[in-house]
């Protein structure tokens, strides 16, 4: 049969190379319609067999193949080949289906998992099988009884996209004969369970140590044993000779291996095999369906017995001959030696679906149904036996998860429950990480694992053993005794409740799964993997060169390179996990191993973790991230120590997740068995003792960290010396103890403690472990007596909310060898006094209630100490503060105890501990505080004369402090802020009356816009400051005006006190970073703007600061080059001269133009400057020509726009070449060096890194000009209308070209050249001059004109929103005399428009300045001002407010070009019958009958009119009813109201509180007692606009 495919294929298929290549079109927009046939009918035996060529990874799913018996010259081709009916057969993935239905779940290969260059094929059999053949190997029948006349189907289907026939014929000799042995072994396995070493004569297996010499000398020294792979099949008896010149493959060698490995491995565990002559097989106990042995004599199956040597074998055992010095293979017990294989019974709950050979239980309907989903195994488990699962397949959308157990019930009889917990008979079951026995929670915490957690692959297992106890292994480990004693006739029962779906039994014939349980059968062959080796071989031989590298065997997103030095994950950016290498060697004692980070990214979270474990990186199976591994591992992540999974240590040392690229991190473990960790060089102190000799470098990168490099010993620190806080007596249930010393500072706990304590970083820190279960015998005691005058105190490090009670304190005059440690010290009968809440209590006995203090409201960060005076009494101290005497008449030799019950887990020893030291000084800053820097050279910082009205400031401006209350505190620096520039002050006196703490931040508010008067214009505290915007760190918050940004950022400054320092600065990138005590605690906010002044709030506790910073010195003759995001024309900045060219005016332009290689619709003109998108709404992609040299602006201006689209244009920066680009449909199909923002989003490489950046780029209406800057520092800037929209990306490789998409809506941009204007150039600061000396400027119209571009090559253009308030206008019939003719003033103040101005959401006016509101939301036409109105200077000096009134009332109000009191609006004083009874319509107001009567009522009344600087107040409904109204061009309906913009004489009106009675704040700037203003000053009020707002 000709090797080729049909020319009738799928509609998608291109034929090439005479028929043989097949391509599917379009395969990254579509993934079906891929299937192609041979030319003819299958021959019997023959071997149909492609080579994928080409795969893409833009779907899920591959190649499928199969027979089918439907002509192709007359098919109807499907989209896939399931589809295909009629006779077809299918493998996919790795299922079997016939006629788009399922036969076999799971056969041979995974179809999916083949890469480009493997070959698969499709066979029929002489006896009418299904055989598919993968890269030459058989696997097996897939299916039987297929007809004949069959052809092969090949479907390009998802990843795979071309293929290639290479051949159609029989297998070769040798390939049948491996086939008929195949199938032939294939069907005698089915039948058996496990496989033991049988039959062997001692000429052929002399024992282990003679199966591992002879493969030594066969093939070479075995440094690793390889993992086979699932497809290939075990040989299931050892060959007849082992000769030395045998040669073995490698799969038959890890075979033999691993089938003595099995034995040896199960009869340790069953007592059973003995090693050496004569040894005597275990009777098993049952009979045997052994079916195989050996060839050679001297072997007995089936039941019969050999006599061989002192050996006798038994009935059921499979034994080996053995002589005087051969060793003897004793079979095991139970179903060792039994083909009665483990199976699912048939029997099982309602939603129950069992397959592959009752191997598999699956639950039907997962997403309806979460329980009923019961299997038991087909017969009880022998003793021993080990019964063993895989999470196949989970769902999202329970509670709980899988549960499994053993039960007394046998399934022929049971009536299966909707749980197995329901059960009340006979039955123990796992469930979370607790026992239930017959349904009743025996043991809450039985593991550290809960079974809710594991993930899809994971393993679960559990033996009954010979003993009667109940043991439970996750993914290989045992998790220790369940119950202690079950019955004798158990089955193994399964519950796929909540989440588990799908599991499949796991036997142990399965290498890999064998291989995954922890390598526990790889430790009966090396004692030594995971275990502490002899102390000799830790030195290293001097004379051989030992040098640290990486381990070959990493995790799989991770690589090793450089030789072993270097370890990376080359996709950082899509994955952040499954990064760990370990070394390749143990550590020595005192060998520092060190990494440098080379390359971090700043997509995840997280960073680097680093520390040891005791398994042996050969044998491990790698987790996804080193802290999920249970056992011998010690990894210090953040700034915490974690111990097998667990936290050990809170605050530690150092946070790892602050690293950047440069910075070294290091572990060492000492030979005292201490480890200790290094950052760049500098020790953070033991973290953990008792660490075993033997133990492997771990690396994590994971998150942030892309790349490290070991670093040579020449590179390293010197290796700090021995400190005294290392224990000198260990105990045996704690990590580390300390025993008593004489120095002042050497209080520790004692290493005798409560049995669920825990003491760890030096004997200076206790927990309490299983903190959720466990809520006493916790107690914790000094290692030696208190000192007269001493003060013993602690720091609450962590509490849970699960118990009732807290923390108690106290003395005891017993010594803690003496001391039988109680549930809680309350218990003890004598000698001890404790504080418990509120009550002293004297040996168990309340002596004292309603103490100073009560220990059960502290909270996290609280500290406790205790004193006993030279007098004898006892005192308390909170938080530094002396509560008064406890209790009297103490002895002078006192222990200090705590006791961690209830809600307290975790406390520290403070280094305010010592005799006679009560300083406030406790939190972690202060204990590791980093080495105080000198200020910079140059002029010392001062604080500005402007300040809150509570603070005086003293010492020309370096010192703070504020006289009284708790607020009123801000102050800020002299001068702006210089990039880079630190400013930092000292905390020089707290006062503990007052709570919250020192707030410190970067505003753009320059404090000469203050009033003269420090009372007024400042809010109370910074995070009410938002009258221009403010970034500030309060506590861990990092606040925006008042909004929360972020949380957790860093170290809380509420946790500051005397002499600990925090500074800010604003760096290069636009990022505001925070320092404590000189630690960078990393960006805080992003996107500052560059004018920034630094602002600190002296609030509650904290009372007085000094600057401890300095400005640093500029050059006599240098010129500060100004800001692109100046407000030189903004509200409130009128008198400011304009700046002139920003930063990118220094640099030479160079002429940009459109590349002439683009997307297909694009169509270029006038000379390359302006690109049109000619049809369709992609296929728009252009690049520039040119690269984008360093600090220059590319701007380009939107030209047209098309309303039938939706969506818009994208821009961004690639950084190859685009000359041969092969351009795609759109910009977010670029996956390569590419940096893209959409929308209000940053992508890089298709993915997103950023949201909520700048304006919605989906909203810029025509004439918007937008541009891209790379500043010197690698970050890209976009600017929106000139105006800097701060830091987009970072790490912008050199060259990079421009990139935009004309995409949707946007049809048609041109590159704004250098006569046209540009940010800084000389017409915007002309027209900005000009437009200055406007008296009716107001609110934003300064900024639009001062940053949009110019009217020539910028016609006013509205958005949308602006549209349909213009119709709504036109629908009220006003006269065009009534508003101003130049439609430039008419401004949108929908959040589109408003942010693309960049406006602020409060400025001032007037004299003296007062606050208003922009109003957002509304819509403004400007109206024309009166000749007879003042509009000079004077203009300048009034106030800006609104006015809501209702549509009826407007033509009036317009006809008298001022608000008065008469109107219908509900700011009238007396009540005018003007409305109708809905409140929206005003039928008498053009009444010809009643209108003079009222004028003249009018006429006599007082005018009062109400305002209000917010349409907040004055946009409300009761103010401005809503109307309803079509409109004309979408005929939809919408709600609207309406609303005047006024100016308002200073003097002429009266601020008062609001009159609805509101509680909440109508608006955050302004107080609900001074949001109303009225006035009675006909003259006082001058109409500037007309607002509408539209819902």
């Known amino acids: 049969m000709a090797a080729e495919l049909h020319p009738c294929s799928g509609k998608l298929i291109g034929l090439s190379n005479s028929n043989r290549t097949a391509q599917r079109n379009q395969p990254v927009q579509e993934f079906n319609h891929g299937l192609v046939l041979s030319r003819e009918p299958l021959k019997d035996r023959d071997v149909f ?39 077809s057969w299918i493998v996919s993935g790795c299922s079997v289906l016939r006629d788009g239905r399922s036969v076999l779940e799971e056969y041979g290969r995974d179809l999916d998992q083949l890469s480009e260059g493997d070959r698969v094929g499709i066979q029929r059999s002489t006896r009418g099988e299904l ?43 040798a390939e049948r004969d491996t086939e008929r042995e195949t199938v032939e072994e294939r069907e005698q396995e089915d039948e058996e369970e496990e496989v033991v070493v049988c039959g062997v004569r001692e000429e052929e297996f002399g024992g282990l140590t003679s199966a591992v010499n002879l493969a030594a000398a066969t093939n070479g020294t075995l440094e690793e044993v390889p993992e086979l792979p699932p497809t290939n099949n075990r040989p299931d008896k050892f060959p007849n000779n082992l000769e030395p010149e045998t040669v073995l493959t490698e799969h038959q060698l890890f075979d033999v291996l691993n089938n003595a490995i099995v034995s040896l491995y199960r009869s340790e565990d069953n007592g059973g095999g003995d090693l050496g002559g004569g040894g005597i097989g275990r009777d098993s106990g049952t009979g045997s369906r052994g079916d195989r042995g050996s060839s050679s004599g001297g072997g007995s199956v089936n039941g ?25 293979l004793g079979a095991v017990t139970g179903g060792m030696l039994t083909n009665d294989a483990l199976l699912f019974h048939e029997k099982c709950g309602t939603l129950i679906k069992l397959s592959n050979n009752n191997k598999t239980a699956e639950r039907r309907r997962p997403l309806d149904e979460f329980n009923n989903g019961v299997v038991m195994t087909n017969r009880p488990l022998r003793h021993n036996e080990m019964f063993e699962i895989r999470i196949d397949k989970l769902v999202d959308k329970w509670s709980g998860s899988i549960e499994i157990g053993v039960t007394t019930h046998n399934p022929n009889n049971l009536d299966y429950p909707a749980t197995m917990t329901n059960l009340r008979s006979g039955t123990i079951m796992m469930s979370g990480c607790g026992i239930l026995t017959n349904g009743k929670g025996t043991r809450r915490e039985y593991c550290e694992f809960s079974l809710d957690e594991l993930q899809e692959g994971d393993h679960i297992g559990l033996m009954h053993k ?25 089955y193994a029962v399964v519950d796929l409740y909540g989440m588990a779906v799908k599991v499949t039994i796991v036997h142990n014939h399965n290498h890999s799964d064998r291989l995954r349980r922890n390598n526990a059968i790889m430790r009966a062959l090396s004692p030594d993997v995971g275990r502490p080796r002899p102390a000799h071989s830790l030195t290293p031989d001097p004379d051989t060169p030992d040098r640290l590298l990486f381990h070959s065997n990493c995790g799989q997103k991770a690589a090793i390179i ?76 953040g700034n915490g120590v974690m111990h097998n999974g667990t936290t050990i240590l809170d605050e530690y040392g150092h946070n790892l997740d602050r690293l950047k690229a440069g910075d070294t991190v290091g572990v060492v473990r000492k030979e005292d068995g201490s480890l200790h960790f290094f950052v760049n060089g500098v020790a953070q102190g033991p973290a953990a003792w008792n660490v075993p000799p033997s133990v492997y470098a771990v690396v994590d990168l994971y998150g942030q960290a892309a790349q490290a490099t070991i670093m040579d010993d020449v590179d390293l620190p010197p290796l700090p010396e021995d400190s005294s806080e290392g224990p000198t007596v260990m105990s045996p249930s704690s990590p580390c103890s300390v025993a008593g010393g004489n120095s002042a500072n050497d209080l520790r706990f004692h290493q005798l403690h409560g049995t669920n304590a825990v003491i760890t970083n030096g004997g200076r820190t206790a927990l309490r472990q299983n903190c959720r279960s466990e809520f006493n015998d916790a107690i914790v005691i000094s290692n030696r007596c208190l000192r007269d005058g001493e003060l013993f105190e602690i720091v609450i490090q962590k509490m849970v909310d699960r118990w009732s009670g807290s923390i108690e304190a106290g003395v005891t005059a017993i010594r803690p060898e003496e001391l039988e440690f109680p549930n809680t010290m309350t218990d003890i009968d004598y000698d001890t006094w404790m504080l418990s809440g509120t009550a002293i209590m004297q040996d168990g006995n309340t002596m004292r209630n309603n103490y100073g203090c009560d220990l059960d409201t502290l909270t996290t960060g609280s500290r406790i100490g205790m004193m006993r005076s030279a007098t004898g009494d006892l005192h308390y101290y909170i938080n530094g503060v002396d509560q008064g005497v406890a209790c009297t008449g103490l002895p002078p030799d006192v222990y200090a105890v705590i006791d961690l019950y209830g809600q307290c887990v975790q406390v520290s020893i403070t280094s ?98 203050l009033p003269s008067c420090p009372m007024s214009g400042l809010s109370p505290s910074l995070t009410q400051l938002r009258s221009k915007v403010t970034w500030l760190l309060a506590g861990s918050e990092v606040r925006r005006n008042g909004l929360l940004q972020r949380q957790n950022y860093g170290a809380s400054l509420d946790r500051l006190t005397v002499g600990n320092r925090v500074g800010v600065k604003r760096c290069s990138d636009d990022t505001m970073h925070v320092l404590i005590d000189g630690e960078d605690m990393g960006p805080a906010a992003t996107a500052v703007a560059k004018n920034v002044y630094a602002v600190l709030d002296l609030y509650g506790r904290v009372t007085a600061v000094s600057i401890v910073s300095s400005s640093v010195l500029e050059d006599a003759g240098s010129v500060k080059a100004p800001s692109l995001s100046s407000d030189s024309c903004s509200e409130g900045e009128e008198d400011r001269t304009p700046v002139e060219g920003g930063e990118p005016a220094l640099v030479p332009n160079t002429v940009m133009t459109f590349l002439e290689n683009h997307g297909k619709n694009i169509q270029l003109s006038h000379e390359n400057l302006t690109a049109a998108r000619v049809s369709s709404y992609n296929q728009g992609l252009l690049v520039t020509a040119q690269p984008l040299p360093r600090q220059q602006l590319f701007q380009f201006q939107i030209d047209r726009l098309n309303a039938s689209w939706t969506s818009s244009l994208s821009l961004g920066v690639i950084g190859h070449s685009p000359d041969r680009l092969n351009f795609p449909s759109t910009a977010c199909c670029l996956k390569r060096s590419v940096w893209l923002l959409q929308r209000d989003s940053v992508f890089h490489n298709s993915l997103k890194i950023c949201e909520n950046y700048g304006p919605n780029l989906d909203t810029c209406p025509e004439g918007t000009v937008l541009g891209l800057l790379v500043d010197g520092n690698s970050c890209l800037h976009l600017y929106v209308n000139g105006m800097d929209q701060g830091v ?41 001059q000009g437009d200055m000396e406007k008296a009716d400027m107001v609110d934003g119209i300064k900024e639009s004109v001062c940053w949009m571009p110019h009217p020539e090559v910028n016609p006013n253009k509205t958005c949308e929103y602006q549209a349909l308030c213009s119709r709504f206008k036109d629908l009220l019939t006003l006269p065009d005399g009534y508003f101003n003719e130049d439609a430039k003033y008419n401004l949108c103040y929908c959040e589109s428009c408003h942010k693309l101005r960049g406006d602020e959401s409060y400025y001032k006016r007037g004299e003296p300045p007062r606050d208003y509101a922009l109003p957002f939301g509304w819509c403004r036409f400007a109206l024309r001002i009166k000749p007879h109105c003042d509009v000079s200077n004077s203009f300048k000096q009034w106030h800006i407010a609104y006015h809501g009134t209702s549509v009826g009332a407007l033509r009036r109000t317009l006809d008298h070009a001022q608000l008065l009191s008469g109107t219908s609006s509900i700011f009238s004083v007396s009540p005018v019958k003007t409305e109708g009874p809905n409140g929206y319509s005003e039928p008498e107001e053009n009444s010809s009958n009643s209108l003079p009567d009222r004028d003249r009522e009018r006429d006599r009344e007082v005018p009062r009119v109400q305002l209000s600087p917010t349409m907040r107040y004055s946009g409300l409904e009761m103010f401005a009813p809503k109307v309803q109204f079509r409109d004309p061009r979408s005929h939809c309906c919408h709600q609207a109201q309406v609303g005047f913009q006024v100016c308002v004489r200073p003097g002429s009106y009266k601020v008062g509180p609001q009159t609805l009675g509101a509680i909440e704040p109508l608006d955050p700037r302004f107080s609900n007692t001074e949001i109303e203003w009225i006035t009675k000053d006909q003259g006082g009020t001058l109409l500037y606009g007309l607002l509408i707002r539209v819902e």
């Open 49 to 87: 067999t492609v080579r994928i060529d080409k795969k893409v990874n833009s779907w899920s799913g591959s190649i499928e193949i199969g027979v089918t018996s439907l002509d192709p010259a007359g098919l109807d081709f499907p989209s896939s080949a399931t589809g295909l009916k009629g006779g």
């Open 131 to 173: 055989h598919l053949w993968v890269n030459g190997q058989d696997c097996g029948a897939a299916a039987s009884g297929l007809p004949t006349g069959l052809w092969a189907v090949v479907d390009l289907y998802g990843k795979c996209t071309q293929v290639t026939v290479v051949s159609c014929e029989p297998p070769s000799l």
């Open 466 to 490: 010979a003993s009667g106890a109940l043991h439970f292994y996750i993914n290989g480990i045992d998790q220790g005794v369940a119950a202690a004693q079950t019955p004798a006739v158990v």
């Open 304 to 328: 019969t017995s050999s006599d061989s040597g002192g050996g006798t074998g038994n009935t059921g055992s499979v034994n080996s001959p053995a002589g005087g010095g051969g060793a003897r």
């Open 562 to 637: 450089s030789e072993g030095r270097t370890a990376l994950r080359p996709h950082a950016t899509d994955d952040f996990n499954h990064g760990v290498v370990l070394s390749g060697r143990p550590l020595h004692s005192n060998e520092v191993f060190q990494v440098r980070i080379d390359k971090m990214v700043d997509k995840w979270a997280g960073s680097i973790e680093i520390g040891v474990t005791t398994h042996n990186p050969a044998y491990l199976q790698l987790p996804s991230t080193m802290t999920n591994l249970r056992s011998g591992t010690w990894m210090m992540t």
């Open 912 to 1009: 305010s501990s010592g005799p006679q030291d009560n300083s406030l000084c406790t939190s972690n800053i202060t204990e590791k505080s980093f080495p105080v820097h000198s200020p910079v050279a140059g002029v010392a910082h001062r604080l500005h004369s402007k300040h809150g009205k509570n603070v005086v400031l003293l010492g020309e401006g370096c010192q703070a402090v504020r006289v009284g209350g708790y607020a009123h505190g801000i102050v800020f620096s002299a001068k702006e802020l210089k990039t880079d520039e630190l400013f930092e002050v000292k905390i020089d006196e707290v006062d503990d009356q007052w709570s919250g703490s020192l707030h410190m931040g970067l505003t753009t508010l320059a404090p000469p816009e």
């Open 1288 to 1328: 987009a990306a970072q790490d912008i490789p050199t060259p990079c070209y421009p990139l935009i998409d004309l995409y949707g809506q946007c049809e048609q941009v041109t590159i704004v050249t250098n006569n046209v204007a540009t940010v800084g150039g000389e017409s915007i600061k002309a027209r900005c």
